[in-house]
């Protein structure tokens, strides 16, 4: 049985109920499990005044999408200090993980996705900061959301949903420095993109045009492989030499692209998301899902170096694609925001792009046949991007570096009774911006990490071990001088076992899953531990 024949796509939830004493944890998976939570730290809440708004309320049945519209809040002014979104969802009964998103305006605001419900029913709650999108919940709006859903004889788990925004009064903080401990991805930010954007646009026929006076400007794709497709297990493609059951021409190195009119202008590592059916054993994510499964975080690339050439006031195309899928196959979702920040003093800014520097693509995977097949892999990207544009406030220069690397061992028997991969994917960034006082650095390092295996037994006794790594660490120099910095570690680790080709209730499941979400920072720091045992939540541990 291959990794692709469990369950697929995403959970998510924040729940906070209290850990069970070890002597309620039952021997094997029953009818009910603790609601789905994470370690990751709620988002913090601004004192004041609020207003709410309903998004959408909706029960997902099939793939149609909820249509409704959007109306600003009354009561709370034009300009908030923080926007947070929330979504409750319930399901009972059986079901997939099921990927879905929310578009307000036709800007993405949240991808997300479900856990699989017990017969007895969940209940989750998912909230994210989405104060970055202010300036598209200035207006009436269109609003659609879809998960994607099929409810039969057999899969009777109808997803229940509602999403509210709120609206805290005031203007967004402006400090010097920021660091954000309510993402799943630290923050360090200055002045010049703690405020949010004056403008978020979407794609038109595939171009944008942006506003003459842009001074800074930002790309953020929500890139996920999914569909339950190979795609969705990109990390374990073989080359077509190999004798696995999902394969694709090169192997399984990925990296995803972004160009403007043509021309490269950004490179990232994909995260190796696993949903909730991840694995081949749902078992393992019934109470906690892997990192970012909740919250699907988008890629973020700054075109500020392109701006004097965006600035022109004509449409241009802004294409995302995904390296390392072979031509013509599906199975990748990229959808495009483009964040402005505008010279309030300038009817047209000018500049032009100064250095643009691609290195070689690495991407080598080597099959080795054997009682044990095996395919490694080396991958790697390298780009620099520089550009200036001159403002109200004199000229300013970005120029943005980032390197990519991603090494992999995968290793298989025939059957795929046992099924191993060890992978770790490198994205490190530098954005260095010179004008208008000392030069500031704020550089970006994220490793991820996946190590696990699937082993069947002679008793079809199918056991999976995982452990999932999410780190990233944030610093900011100015003048040389560091004046902020932040480190994430979000570890998620696995072992649960179930029966197969037998009825559900002879499976025999057991399952316990650990997570520890630490985040330290110039700011303060935050560290939660929690433990479940067949579905029961056994520890809920805080430090700092």
Same mark, same amino acid.
């Given at each position: 049985?291959?990794?692709?024949?469990?369950?697929?796509?995403?959970?998510?939830?924040?729940?906070?109920?209290?850990?069970?004493?070890?002597?309620?944890?039952?021997?094997?998976?029953?009818?009910?499990?603790?609601?789905?939570?994470?370690?990751?730290?709620?988002?913090?809440?601004?004192?004041?005044?609020?207003?709410?708004?309903?998004?959408?309320?909706?029960?997902?049945?099939?793939?149609?999408?909820?249509?409704?519209?959007?109306?600003?809040?009354?009561?709370?002014?034009?300009?908030?200090?923080?926007?947070?979104?929330?979504?409750?969802?319930?399901?009972?009964?059986?079901?997939?993980?099921?990927?879905?998103?929310?578009?307000?305006?036709?800007?993405? !605001?949240?991808?997300?996705?479900?856990?699989?419900?017990?017969?007895?029913?969940?209940?989750?709650?998912?909230?994210?900061?989405?104060?970055?999108?202010?300036?598209?919940?200035?207006?009436?709006?269109?609003?659609?959301?879809?998960?994607?859903?099929?409810?039969?004889?057999?899969?009777?788990? !109808?997803?229940?949903?509602?999403?509210?925004?709120?609206?805290? /009064?005031?203007?967004?903080?402006?400090?010097?420095?920021?660091?954000?401990?309510?993402?799943?991805?630290?923050?360090?930010?200055?002045?010049?993109?703690?405020?949010?954007?004056?403008?978020?646009?979407?794609?038109?026929?595939?171009?944008?045009?942006?506003?003459?006076?842009?001074?800074?400007?930002?790309?953020?794709?929500?890139?996920?492989?999914?569909?339950?497709?190979?795609?969705?297990?990109?990390?374990?493609?073989?080359?077509?030499? /190999?004798?696995?059951?999902?394969?694709?021409?090169?192997?399984?190195?990925?990296?995803?692209?972004?160009?403007?009119?043509?021309?490269?202008?950004?490179?990232?590592?994909?995260?190796?998301?696993?949903?909730?059916?991840?694995? =081949?054993?749902?078992?393992?994510?019934?109470?906690?899902?892997?990192?970012?499964?909740?919250?699907?975080?988008?890629?973020?690339?700054?075109?500020?170096?392109?701006?004097?050439?965006?600035?022109?006031?004509?449409?241009?195309?802004?294409?995302?694609?995904?390296?390392?899928?072979?031509?013509?196959?599906?199975?990748?979702?990229?959808?495009?925001?483009?964040?402005?920040?505008?010279? /309030?003093?300038?009817?047209?800014?000018?500049?032009?792009?100064?250095?643009?520097?691609?290195?070689?693509? /690495?991407?080598?995977?080597?099959?080795?046949?054997?009682?044990?097949?095996?395919?490694?892999?080396?991958?790697?990207?390298?780009?620099?991007?520089?550009?200036?544009?001159?403002?109200?406030?004199?000229?300013?220069?970005?120029?943005?570096?980032?390197?990519?690397?991603?090494?992999?061992?995968?290793?298989?028997?025939?059957?795929?009774?046992?099924?191993?991969?060890?992978?770790?994917?490198?994205?490190?960034?530098?954005?260095?911006?010179?004008?208008?006082?000392?030069?500031?650095?704020?550089?970006?390092?994220?490793?991820?990490?996946?190590?696990?295996?699937?082993? !069947?037994?002679?008793?079809?006794?199918?056991?999976?071990?995982?452990?999932?790594?999410?780190?990233?660490?944030?610093?900011?120099?100015?003048?040389?001088?560091?004046?902020?910095?932040?480190?994430?570690?979000?570890?998620?680790?696995?072992?649960?076992?179930?029966?197969?080709?037998?009825?559900?209730?002879?499976?025999?499941?057991?399952?316990?899953? =650990?997570?520890?979400?630490?985040?330290?920072?110039?700011?303060?720091?935050?560290?939660?531990?929690? =433990?479940?045992?067949?579905?029961?939540?056994?520890?809920?541990?805080?430090?700092?």
């Amino acid at each position: 049985m291959s990794m692709l024949a469990g369950v697929t796509l995403l959970t998510g939830s924040l729940s906070g109920a209290a850990p069970a004493r070890s002597a309620d944890v039952p021997a094997e998976f029953g009818t009910d499990w603790h609601d789905p939570v994470t370690a990751a730290p709620p988002v913090a809440k601004p004192p004041g005044k609020s207003c709410q708004v309903t998004v959408a309320e909706a029960q997902f049945r099939d793939f149609t999408p909820y249509k409704g519209t959007y109306t600003p809040p009354d009561g709370c002014g034009e300009r908030w200090s923080k926007v947070v979104l929330r979504m409750d969802g319930k399901v009972k009964g059986r079901q997939f993980d099921r990927l879905g998103h929310l578009q307000v305006g036709g800007v993405e !605001i949240f991808r997300t996705s479900t856990p699989e419900p017990s017969p007895d029913g969940i209940e989750w709650t998912v909230e994210k900061d989405v104060t970055r999108y202010s300036d598209t919940f200035r207006r009436d709006q269109d609003v659609e959301m879809l998960i994607g859903n099929v409810v039969d004889d057999t899969y009777t788990g !109808i997803i229940d949903v509602k999403v509210t925004l709120t609206f805290y /009064a005031g203007r967004p903080a402006m400090n010097s420095t920021r660091l954000a401990m309510n993402s799943t991805q630290p923050a360090m930010t200055t002045a010049r993109s703690a405020a949010t954007p004056d403008r978020v646009l979407t794609l038109r026929d595939g171009t944008v045009t942006t506003p003459r006076n842009s001074e800074r400007i930002v790309a953020e794709v929500y890139a996920t492989g999914s569909g339950g497709g190979c795609e969705e297990f990109w990390y374990l493609a073989a080359p077509d030499p /190999a004798p696995y059951s999902c394969k694709a021409g090169d192997g399984p190195y990925r990296e995803v692209q972004i160009e403007v009119d043509g021309r490269l202008a950004g490179i990232a590592a994909p995260f190796p998301h696993v949903w909730t059916g991840g694995w =081949s054993n749902p078992f393992l994510w019934y109470v906690t899902p892997g990192p970012r499964a909740f919250d699907v975080k988008p890629i973020e690339y700054d075109l500020t170096p392109f701006a004097g050439l965006l600035n022109d006031g004509r449409p241009h195309r802004v294409e995302v694609s995904v390296v390392g899928v072979p031509q013509g196959q599906s199975g990748w979702s990229a959808p495009v925001n483009v964040l402005v920040w505008q010279d /309030a003093k300038s009817v047209h800014v000018t500049g032009r792009l100064t250095e643009h520097k691609i290195g070689d693509l /690495a991407n080598s995977s080597t099959y080795t046949p054997g009682s044990e097949h095996r395919v490694d892999t080396e991958g790697g990207h390298r780009l620099a991007v520089g550009g200036y544009v001159d403002t109200s406030h004199g000229r300013v220069t970005t120029t943005v570096r980032r390197s990519l690397t991603n090494t992999s061992a995968h290793r298989w028997t025939d059957g795929e009774n046992l099924d191993a991969l060890d992978a770790v994917w490198k994205d490190d960034q530098s954005v260095t911006v010179d004008g208008r006082g000392p030069v500031r650095t704020t550089r970006t390092q994220r490793t991820y990490t996946m190590d696990g295996s699937i082993t !069947i037994g002679a008793d079809d006794r199918l056991r999976t071990v995982l452990t999932l790594g999410d780190r990233v660490t944030v610093g900011t120099t100015r003048g040389g001088r560091r004046i902020a910095w932040s480190w994430l570690d979000d570890t998620v680790e696995g072992d649960a076992s179930w029966t197969l080709n037998v009825p559900r209730d002879q499976r025999h499941a057991v399952g316990t899953t =650990s997570e520890r979400y630490r985040l330290y920072g110039s700011e303060g720091c935050y560290d939660r531990f929690l =433990s479940s045992v067949q579905g029961v939540l056994t520890e809920d541990r805080r430090g700092c």
